[in-house]
């Protein structure tokens, strides 16, 4: 199994410009998460999905989308990027009414 | 609102023993979770307290007290290699919504 995997693993993007970040698992998860990292400040919960075609907002939402077309995909979406979006973001998955997480190698962006 | 507390640093040496505490507030509770995370790489999973007590997973161990609103993670015959950041979290009811604490940094020194 491949696991979590996320691409890119690195974006430089435009102040405005818009991109999707990808995320994949082959672990069967019912639950997948977006979070992202900045210093100092742990993991902050974006968007989660508990299945396909349900999704809702965690902590931070603003400025990101996301859908749940299958139990393997979770793509997260910048609508305008901002620098203040500059962070890495992980996205994890796990099983129904199990706590552990499984996390993907995370991508790093950078917005100018 | 849900919000955790852990110390930003602690600094033990090789074959020590080191405590990292966690105190949290949350609307409802479903447990206590751990997460190791060294540079550059990704959280992984340590441990779980879904109730009062210790949990032993090698040198690794967890406590909870719900009473308190308090855990810790116990790391025993400290390595080089547990240097590293550490993450409570906790998942309150009523969602999938997983909060973690701002981690604590680990230096182990030889």
């Known amino acids: 199994n491949a696991g979590v995997t996320q691409t890119p693993k690195f974006q430089v993007l435009k102040t405005g410009q818009s991109m999707t970040l990808q995320c994949a698992q082959d672990m069967n998860h019912e639950y997948m998460s977006w979070y992202r990292q900045d210093p100092g400040m742990g993991l902050r919960l974006i968007h989660y999905s508990v299945g396909a075609g349900i999704t809702d907002q965690g902590e931070v939402p603003n400025g990101y989308n996301v859908s749940r077309s299958t139990t393997e995909d979770f793509p997260l979406r910048l609508l305008s990027a901002a620098p203040s979006q500059t962070s890495v973001y992980f996205c994890?998955?796990?099983?129904?009414?199990?706590?552990?997480?499984?996390f993907g190698p995370g991508t790093r962006l950078l917005v100018l | 609102g849900q919000s955790l507390e852990q110390p930003s640093e602690v600094t033990a040496v090789e074959g020590a023993i080191v405590q990292i505490n966690c105190t949290y507030q949350?609307?409802?509770?479903?447990?206590l979770s751990w997460y190791q995370q060294h540079d550059g790489g990704a959280p992984t999973f340590l441990s779980y307290?879904?109730?009062?007590g210790l949990e032993e997973t090698g040198r690794f161990s967890s406590f909870l007290s719900r009473s308190d609103s308090y855990g810790y993670l116990l790391l025993q015959e400290l390595q080089m290699k547990d240097s590293a950041s550490y993450f409570c979290a906790v998942r309150g009811t009523g969602g999938f919504k997983t909060i973690f604490g701002a981690g604590t940094r680990l230096f182990v020194k030889a």
């Open positions: 949350t609307s409802g509770f479903y447990g």
């Open positions: 994890a998955s796990s099983y129904s009414g199990s706590e552990t997480q499984y």
């Open positions: 307290n879904g109730l009062d």
